[in-house]
Structure formats: C-alpha cells, structure tokens
C-alpha cells in the first residue's frame, strides 16, 4: 500500500503539467532516428551509405560494452538501505525515479553474502514483452524468458509456487537535492537499485497511482523510498509520492536525464563490482548519494 506525503496542501489543476515543446519525451526517437541512413547535427543533414551506418552501428555497440558508465548501488542487503558501505539514516531517501527496467534474474547456486556472484542468466527490458537473456549471458537457460522451465511457477529449487528465475525492476535514481537546479540535476550522480520480486508491486502500486491521480510520469514527482522489516519476506521496499515537480526547466530537465537513465539502466553491469562492503557509520540521506 501506498501513501500520499505531503508537508504542505497544495492545489493542483487536473491537466497534467507539459514542458516546453521544443522539448521530446525520453520514449520519443530523436529527430532523424527513423532515417537510418542520415547524419544529423545542429546545421545540416549528411547522406551516408548504409553498409557505413551498420558499421557505425555495430562499433557504438562495442563502445557500449567495453565502456560502462559510471555508477554505484544502494545496496538493500538483509533489509538495510546503504550506499557506498554506509547505512542510510532512517533507512529512507527521497528520491527521483529516473527510469525503471525490467529484470529477470537467475542464480544456479544459493545465495552467499560472502561470495558475491554474477547470476547464472539474466533479462532487462523495457518491458516483460518479449525480454530475453542478454547477450552477455555465457549460458542461456533458453532463447526467451516466455520459454524458459526456470521461468515457471514452481520452479524454485527452495520448493513452494516460486520462480527460480526471480522477477525484479532495476531503479536508476537521483537524489532530491539535484532538483535545486537545472544545472545541477543535469550532472547529478545516479545510483542503481535493485528491486526484489516481493516489492515489485509495491513500485507498480505507486506509479499507477501517480499516472492517474496526478497524470505525470514517475520521473517528474520526488518519491520517499522506505526499507521496512516484514514477517514473511524479511523486509520490503515501500514508496510514497512526496510532491511533483512543477518547475518547467526542471521537467525539461528531468527528461533529457531520463533519456540517458533508461539507457543505463539497459546496461549490464558486473554485479560484484557494485556490491558495497558495510561499514560502521550511517551516512544521511537526501544530500547526497
């Protein structure tokens, strides 16, 4: 379940707020992206062969891959929320949810907090349509996530109705404080948390009600994201709408950053490299990750 936080009434219109047109949605292709055999910049359109795209194509693929960007993890081990090996204050941040991707991941061995491993097979998408493992993958458990035996309820080699392969979203997030300024926001340092398949719902609860009650993406409003202790699944990651964002150089702002969010959250990134070691003293929230 979700709740409304809000420190001081306000009053919203019911039209959804709108950024300046000359700017896209993240989910819209930039200009000229339909035209694969066209350069585009500021002042001119070059024609170039297509064999010459592909190849371009194929070289920003490995690009990708060999350089990474930059980032780090909350980590929400045993139920405590912490970044860079501190532990958060509260065990809560407000935050803005840049982006969200689906992921499908499987581990072949039980998990070992000491031995931290890469899963055996992973999928990140957009979506749960069609998503399959990723190229990165050594040992495909199947062509598709749709097809796959460890996909299947009642699968978990720990017995009952679960799935081995465990049904999360991967959050790509900033910290409230980069909202101070446009320019702040757009060099803010984003940070990758991992949802558990058990708040998966949680998340969805809240940005369903966002896009309805507010009609705005979850990328223009500051959440509060909350790690509480739960009977059956250990703990639980719960969120609540804050406020909106309201300013328009800001909103414009957040989906230009949007934009590179969901691409980095497409990204695979060796997991053990991202694991933070604990350490003593909690570190406060909402100033900085």
Same mark, same amino acid.
């Given at each position: 379940?979700? #709740? ?16 300046? &047109? ?7 292709? @930039? ?19 297509? &064999?010459?795209?592909? #190849? ?24 405590? *929320? ?10 809560? *941040? ?49 062509? #598709? ?8 309820? =009642?699968? &978990? @080699?720990?017995? $009952?109705? =679960?799935?081995?392969?465990?049904? $999360? ?13 446009? %320019? ?5 340092? *984003?940070?990758? *948390? ?18 309805? =009650? ?11 994201? %909350? ?31 949007? &934009? ?14 991202? #694991? ?14």
């Amino acid at each position: 379940m979700t #709740t409304k936080v809000s420190a001081t009434p306000a009053t919203r219109s019911p039209a959804p707020l709108k950024a300046p &047109d000359v700017v896209s949605s993240p989910q819209s292709p @930039p200009s000229g992206a339909g035209v694969p055999a066209t350069l585009q910049n500021a002042s001119t359109a070059l024609a170039v062969p297509l &064999d010459l795209m592909a #190849t371009l194509a194929a070289a920003a693929k490995d690009v990708a891959a060999a350089e990474r960007p930059s980032i780090s993890k909350i980590s929400l081990r045993a139920g405590v *929320m912490s970044y860079a090996g501190s532990p958060v204050v509260g065990n809560a *941040m407000n935050v803005v949810a840049l982006a969200a991707v689906f992921r499908n991941v499987y581990y072949k061995d039980r998990f070992d907090p000491n031995n931290i491993q890469n899963p055996s097979c992973f999928a990140i998408g957009l979506t749960d349509k069609a998503i399959a493992p990723h190229e990165n993958v050594a040992e495909p458990q199947a062509e #598709t996530c749709a097809v796959c035996h460890k996909h299947e309820w =009642g699968s &978990d @080699p720990n017995g $009952g109705r =679960g799935k081995a392969c465990k049904e $999360g979203r991967r959050l790509i997030l900033i910290p409230e404080d980069a909202l101070l300024e446009p %320019e702040k926001l757009s060099k803010s340092e *984003m940070a990758i *948390m991992d949802l558990p398949v058990t708040s998966v719902k949680n998340w969805a609860n809240t940005v369903n009600q966002i896009a309805t =009650g507010s009609n705005l993406p979850f990328w223009a409003v500051v959440l509060r994201v %909350e790690v509480r202790p739960d009977p059956k699944t250990q703990f639980k990651v719960l969120f609540s709408h804050v406020r909106d964002v309201a300013d328009p150089a800001l909103l414009t702002a957040l989906m230009a950053r949007a &934009d590179v969010a969901q691409q980095v959250g497409l990204t695979s990134y060796d997991e053990t490299a991202l #694991t933070n070691s604990p350490v003593a003293e909690p570190r406060e929230a909402n100033k900085k990750f």
